[in-house]
Structure formats: structure tokens, C-alpha cells
């Protein structure tokens, strides 16, 4: 079992920046892949970015490439999301994710924190 816990959402200015954090508990979460995933109103949620489990390999989606940066510190189980130049579009609750297998794109992931809200105002 994993659980995760997001914080560090708010309310900024577009190009501004925020930076999400996910702790993570569990007794191997060490050994987990874990991504970030979003959802805006009335859109299904969408991949963002993922991290393997020894921070070797990280893949972004087209949209957020260059503008975010996702890393992993598995002494402190934290992973967390630097947001750069961030667009109003980037606005929605985002997501981490835990998952046995390092997974980009639609594929599932095994557990989810409860989500942090985005919001960039023009």
C-alpha cells in the first residue's frame, strides 16, 4: 500500500512558477515509479510527467516539455513538480502517482494522492 500526499497548489500569474510536492509513504515506495497527472474542468485527466523509481529516467508530455522538472528524493520519499513559465492552460488539479512499473502516457497507475489545485490567471 502507498499513499501520497500533494501540496504546494495556489493561485499565480502566467509566467510565473510553482513547485508541487508528493509525500509518499508505504514500506517500498522507494522502489515505485511515480508521475504527475492533471485534470482541468471538464477534461479528462491527462498525463503530465513521470519519474522512475531512481529518478534514471523522467518523460514529459509535449506540453509541459522544457517547462517543468520532476524529481525524486527517496530519502526524504518526496517527489515533487517544478512548474516554470506556466500557462493559463495549465490550470487544474494535479495528480501523483505511484506505480510498481515506470509508465508514461494513458497507462494506469496503481495509486493516486487526492490532487492540489493549479490556477493561472492571464
Known amino acids: 500500500q502507498v499513499q501520497l500526499v500533494e501540496s504546494g497548489g495556489g493561485s499565480v500569474q502566467a509566467g510565473g512558477s510553482l513547485r508541487l510536492s508528493c509525500a509518499a509513504s508505504?514500506?517500498?515506495?522507494?522502489?515505485?515509479?511515480l508521475g504527475w497527472f492533471r485534470q482541468a474542468p471538464g477534461k479528462e485527466r491527462e498525463f503530465v510527467t513521470a519519474?522512475?523509481?531512481?529518478?534514471?529516467?523522467?518523460y514529459y508530455s509535449t506540453s509541459v516539455n522544457g517547462r517543468f522538472t520532476i524529481s525524486r528524493d527517496n530519502i526524504k520519499n518526496m517527489v515533487y513538480l517544478q512548474m516554470n513559465s506556466l500557462k493559463p492552460e495549465d490550470t487544474a488539479v494535479y495528480y501523483c502517482?505511484?506505480?510498481?512499473?515506470?509508465?508514461?502516457?494513458?497507462?494506469?497507475?496503481?495509486?493516486w494522492g487526492q490532487g492540489t489545485q493549479v490556477t493561472v490567471s492571464p
Open positions: 502517482a505511484a506505480n510498481p512499473t515506470f509508465e508514461v502516457g494513458g497507462h494506469p497507475y496503481e495509486y
Open positions: 508505504g514500506r517500498t515506495v522507494s522502489s515505485y515509479a
Open positions: 519519474i522512475s523509481w531512481s529518478g534514471g529516467s523522467t
